[in-house]
């Protein structure tokens, strides 16, 4: 079994910055993609990014150029850097591994961006 705990969500202005974790825990295969997701108050779950175990990296064309994804092996932990926030960046971002074809996803953590 694979536990996902995100942290750093919160409150910030527009044009702000934040940077999320998601750290892993369990008995966790080294080959495995992990990935952060959102959902926002009424909207489907959208993919915003991925990473795979060897750093291969993919971000949804609403966050290229503000949001990068990358982790630490080492610590079993995923980042989401979030910069130039924006209101509609609004959401709660979840953290997803997928793994020997197994998924597992974190309990979640809110982003609040004001204008």
């Known amino acids: 079994q694979v536990r996902l705990v995100e942290s750093g969500g919160g409150l910030v202005q527009a044009g702000g910055s934040l940077r999320l974790s998601c750290a892993a825990s369990g008995r966790i295969f080294s080959i495995n993609v992990m990935a952060w997701y959102r959902q926002a108050p009424g909207e489907q779950r959208e993919l915003v990014a991925t990473?795979?175990?060897?750093?291969?990296?993919n971000r949804s064309d609403s966050v290229k150029g503000r949001f990068t994804i990358s982790r630490d092996n080492a610590k079993n932990t995923v980042y989401l850097q979030m910069n130039s926030l924006k209101p509609e960046d609004t959401a709660v971002y979840y953290c997803?591994?997928?793994?020997?074809?197994?998924?597992?996803w974190g309990q979640g953590t809110q982003v609040t961006v004001s204008s």
């Open positions: 997803r591994m997928t793994s020997r074809g197994y998924d597992y």
């Open positions: 990473i795979t175990n060897g750093g291969s990296t």
